[in-house]
Nanobody, 115 residues
Framework: QVQLVESGGGLVQAGGSLRLSCAAS????????VGWYRQAPGKQRELVAE???????NYADSVKGRFTISRDNAKNTVYLEMNSLKPEDTAVFYC?????????WGQGTQVTVSS
């Protein structure tokens, strides 16, 4: 089993920055995919950024150049640095981890960007 705990969400003005963290515990394997999705009210959950199983970074077009995903393998933690935030970034952000055919999700952290 894997547990994921997100932190770092909050309220920020447009143009501001936030850093999300996702700490994983349990049986973590190196060959996993890990990253962030978000879900805005009335919308489907969408991929924001991720590390694939081969370590490649993928970003949604809407966040390229503004968001950066990083990881600290020693701490089993993945981060999402979000800069130049826009009101349309407002959503609940979820961390996920996929390995050995299973996908685990965190509880979500709210990010609200005011105009």
């Amino acid at each position: 089993q894997v547990q994921l705990v997100e932190s770092g969400g909050g309220l920020v003005q447009a143009g501001g920055s936030l850093r999300l963290s996702c700490a994983a515990s349990g049986s973590i394997f190196r060959s996993n995919a890990v990253g962030w999705y978000r879900q805005a009210p009335g919308k489907q959950r969408e991929l924001v950024a991720e590390f694939t199983t081969i370590g490649r970074r993928n970003y949604a077009d809407s966040v390229k150049g503004r968001f950066t995903i990083s990881r600290d393998n020693a701490k089993n933690t993945v981060y999402l640095e979000m800069n130049s935030l826009k009101p349309e970034d407002t959503a609940v952000f979820y961390c996920y981890l996929s390995q050995l055919g299973d996908t685990y999700w965190g509880q979500g952290t709210q990010v609200t960007v005011s105009s």
